[in-house]
């Protein structure tokens, strides 16, 4: 299996399965004698781990990562940083009904097609388990960006979302419930839509927007490398994402040239930011925000028709332990993988 490592300088490469002894990761490119937080990374690991709150899957795994290389006394060695994170609450019995069903709008049916065999126990590989490997490299990124503030939140579930910009949100606020939306007003609503949801056995969707100040100007490449295209392939690669857009978005295809161009401050700052703090694929120094749409969790407590690997239709329902809706618990992987991006592009700089 090809495609486990994401960044060129920064660089993460992660490993293991959802049921499996343990996932992983090694972190290559890391600079030399950082002094690392590791209160601070194990924190982020907690805000993303299951079992946090009555609105996200109830297995419940501790998260603790263990650091096996690449530290000495606190400090990166500049060195490998080998980690993993072991699994302790597998229920692998609650999916052997789906040993030879495939899920609709699941990994099932393509991995099985590609790789002639797949591990069925909460979708191996292609579990959204994977993505605490990317929180603790994101952590650590984090801290290579010490004067960068990375604040995501839960911007809409379903219908419900935030009609107000990000600069008018208290980013304090984002942690005080459960489904981090710094409005506490429409976050009680998104609560209590995602517990209906959770009664009837349904899941439901989401967006998740992201804001990173104090980026320094000058971070990208031009054409193929452009800040915003990794920024895009970070966020698509997390698990049921299928959207991702940034400064005006698909809202700037509505507007007039003369309506949405930047017009320049004396400093270089500009006066809106339309552009979404990049410009020719290299930050500007504006604050970029982006936003993320986040699927309804495919793995639904309804039946549904669908096919065996023999392509007989049958009817399958769900069962285990399941996210309704992935939103909250994804606020920190987004935050992560933002962080590498910037992370490997601010280290692509000082080596030019």
Do not use: W
């Amino acid at each position: 299996m090809a495609g486990n490592s994401f960044g060129n300088v920064f660089k993460v490469t992660t490993f293991g399965e959802s049921h499996g002894i343990a996932i992983g990761g090694v972190i290559d490119g890391c600079p030399s004698g950082l002094q690392l937080d590791l209160e601070a990374i194990q924190n982020e690991l907690n805000r993303r781990k299951p079992g946090q709150s009555e609105i996200v899957t109830q297995r419940k795994e501790p998260d603790t990562v263990e650091f096996l290389s690449g530290i000495f006394e606190g400090q990166t060695t500049g060195t490998p940083i080998g980690f993993i994170i072991k699994n302790a609450n597998q229920k692998s019995k609650d999916y052997t009904h789906i040993k030879d069903v495939y899920r609709p709008s699941h990994a099932d049916y393509t991995y099985d097609q590609k790789y002639g065999v797949r591990d069925y126990r909460g979708g191996g590989r292609s579990s959204a388990r994977e993505t605490a490997c990317r929180v603790v490299a994101g952590a650590i990124a984090k801290q290579v960006l010490s004067n960068v503030k990375i604040n995501a939140f839960t911007s809409s579930v379903g219908e419900i979302f935030i009609d107000k910009p990000y600069q008018d949100l208290d980013f304090s606020k984002t942690e005080s419930n459960i489904v981090r939306c710094p409005d506490e007003a429409i976050a009680e609503k998104m609560i209590a839509r995602i517990k209906e949801i959770r009664k009837e056995g349904d899941t439901i969707g989401g967006t998740v927007t992201c804001v990173l100040q104090n980026v320094p100007v000058g971070l990208g490449e031009p054409v193929f490398d452009r800040l915003h295209a990794e920024l895009g392939k970070a966020m698509l690669s997390i698990n049921a994402v299928k959207g991702f857009e940034y400064g005006s978005g698909f809202c700037g295809a509505k507007m007039k040239g003369s309506e949405h161009n930047d017009l320049f401050n004396p400093d270089g700052s500009t006066k809106s930011n339309l552009s979404g703090g990049i410009q020719g694929g290299i930050s500007n120094g504006m604050d970029i925000y982006f936003r993320v749409a986040f699927k309804p969790v495919a793995t639904i407590m309804q039946k549904q028709e669908t096919i065996n690997s023999k392509g007989e239709t049958l009817e399958m329902q769900g069962k285990g332990r399941h996210d309704p809706c992935v939103v909250p618990r994804a606020i920190p992987i987004v935050e992560a993988m933002a962080a590498l991006v910037l992370a490997d592009y601010y280290l692509l700089n000082k080596m030019y």
